[in-house]
């Protein structure tokens, strides 16, 4: 339809009215999925910047733990008097701080753990509401 221009007789004015709907949506779904292309190019550079910075950090991380580790090492063996046995206790303390950090992990990482109780609880819910709005 063009603008300024008089509307058609009823009949056709309401399928003129219907097929410009029409086409606004689907030029605004069109508008809407390319910003949602765009938005999303824009978070998977920042995700990728970001987790590209996280690994460095962990790298330089490791080594900074190791060094001070091996820093640990030698002034607890000025203590005990042997380096070997100051080797043996602090690893065996490092084994045992792993071995409690893997065991934590694999129960907080446990498919009941993340199951989305909360939602499934809601879903009920919603569907009892419905369910007791449509028989009642």
Not at 12 to 25: D, F, K, P, Y
Not at 33 to 45: D, G, H, P, V
């Amino acid at each position: 339809m063009a603008q300024g221009s008089a509307p058609p007789p009823n009949g056709s004015s309401i399928q003129g009215l219907l097929g410009e709907a029409l086409r606004e949506t689907n030029d605004l779904a069109r508008k809407e999925i390319a910003l949602f292309r765009a938005e999303m190019a824009s978070n998977l550079r920042s995700l990728i910047i970001g987790l590209a910075c996280m690994a460095a950090s962990a790298v330089f991380a490791v080594v900074a733990l190791i060094v001070l580790i091996g820093a640990f090492v030698k002034w607890l063996a000025t203590i005990v008097g042997s380096e070997w046995l100051s080797a043996l206790i602090v690893g065996g303390v490092l084994l045992l701080v792993a071995v409690g950090l893997a065991l934590w992990a694999r129960s907080a990482l446990s498919l009941s753990t993340l199951a989305p109780t909360r939602t499934t609880r809601q879903v009920r819910q919603d569907a009892r509401a419905l369910s007791e709005r449509v028989s009642g």
